[in-house]
């Protein structure tokens, strides 16, 4: 099989794959870029695998004139900008040792010994500079049925890395076929190992988390992480059962990953995926404005057209209702609408706290009226 994409012919590109060939050595895309070229979707990362140590790397590429970034040289992989985009260029690799974090590596020459330290086989897929497909393990018979395994033996690919149990449900989410399920030989092993995502770096588990809620949908591998316990570990006390409902009534909808989380529920959001500040303050707004009975309207005038919109659907999806008439443009109608009093038409009759009551007095009202009232009217 051959792929084929304006990523693979851009003349940088494959002047870079052509400056290690001419030094001897193999050079292949690998992973994602290639995955998502099989399958006819939107490539990203451009990551490379060669027989080249990355001493040699550097040498190579700076003397065809390319910029080396050594960002983990010592791990085999070197950084390379190539027509202005960074092209990740790792040296195959074997695995010696593995904590269940780390994992001590030695070069190798072989892209089978390669492929065999990779944790999915739609992952082990390799293409050389001129398109043409290499698969060691069978992994694109996988991909084009949407069958997520992993490389081997899943337990031991799991035992190297903890996190692959969180990609094993967020790649059944992007890339498997419903219809087919889980791997029942991986979900068993997620579910036996599921004790190893606790020693795992609470940003790695945010990470995952926010990529498998941006899914198109996450609802039937969330409710696997649930039933093998593995949600448990992740987030507790969260219940994906309103995700379903929530994923129905967005038809269509851009998949914004904090109004799922709100829908998923859970404790202690903040620490348990480390949120940063902002995702924070989004977050305490959307839980607290979906819990009350404002109008789509007042919704869209306190959190914003997007915001707004996504407190409308987890509201929805939470209280398993019809999503309100017209919704999409009361959201739009709030959003655009400014609260039509002003402190300087209350004073100086009022002042100080007195001022600030009624200001929130007339503001409850003016919500309540689903922002209809007009400034004469409030004043009156």
């Known amino acids: 099989m051959k792929i084929s994409g304006d990523w693979l012919t851009r003349p940088a590109t494959q002047a870079l794959c052509a400056a290690l060939q001419a030094g001897g050595h193999r050079v292949f895309f690998v992973g994602g870029c290639v995955r998502n070229a099989v399958l006819g979707e939107a490539v990203g990362d451009l990551d490379l695998a060669t027989d080249a140590l990355p001493e040699k790397v550097v040498r190579l590429v700076e003397a065809a004139g390319f910029k080396a970034i050594p960002t983990g040289i010592d791990h085999g992989t070197v950084t390379v900008l190539a027509g202005g985009l960074p092209h990740e260029i790792t040296t195959f690799r074997r695995d010696v040792q593995t904590d269940g974090r780390h994992a001590v590596v030695a070069y190798s020459t072989d892209v089978a010994q390669d492929a065999a330290r990779r944790d999915f086989t739609m992952n082990a897929l390799y293409a050389d500079p ?3 497909v290499v698969d060691p393990l069978g992994g694109l018979q996988d991909l084009l049925a949407r069958r997520l395994r992993f490389v081997g033996e899943p337990a031991q690919r799991i035992r190297e890395d903890y996190l692959r149990i969180l990609r094993f449900f967020r790649f059944s989410a992007t890339y498997g076929d419903p219809a087919l399920g889980m ?5 068993a092993a997620c ?11 609470r940003e790695r588990i945010g990470a995952e988390m926010r990529k498998l809620l941006s899914a198109r949908d996450p ?9 093998s316990g593995v949600l448990w570990h992740v987030l507790s006390g969260a219940d994906p059962r309103y995700v379903a409902p929530l994923v129905h009534l967005e038809a269509g909808a851009p998949p914004h990953w904090q109004r799922r989380l709100v829908v998923l529920g859970g404790q202690d959001w ?4 480390r949120l940063s500040r902002s995702e924070q ?11 009350n009975a404002l109008s789509p309207a007042a919704l869209g005038w306190r959190l914003g057209p997007e915001a707004g919109a996504d407190a409308v659907l987890a509201r929805a999806a939470l209280l398993e209702s019809p999503l309100p008439a017209q919704w999409q443009a009361d959201v739009a109608r709030g959003a655009a609408s400014r609260f039509p009093v002003t402190a300087a038409d209350l004073m100086p009759a009022l002042a100080g706290p007195a001022l600030g009551a009624k200001l929130a007095e007339l503001e409850s009202r003016w919500l309540a ?12």
């Open 183 to 187: 791997d029942a030989e991986g979900l």
């Open 281 to 291: 303050g989004l977050m305490a707004r959307l839980r607290d404005q979906v819990g």
């Open 369 to 380: 009226s689903d922002l209809r009232l007009s400034r004469d009217d409030l004043l009156a």
């Open 130 to 132: 001129a398109g043409e």
């Open 270 to 273: 903040d620490n348990a995926l």
């Open 191 to 201: 579910s036996e190992l599921a004790d190893g995502i606790d020693g795992l770096s």
């Open 219 to 227: 609802a039937p591998a969330l409710a696997s992480m649930a039933a």
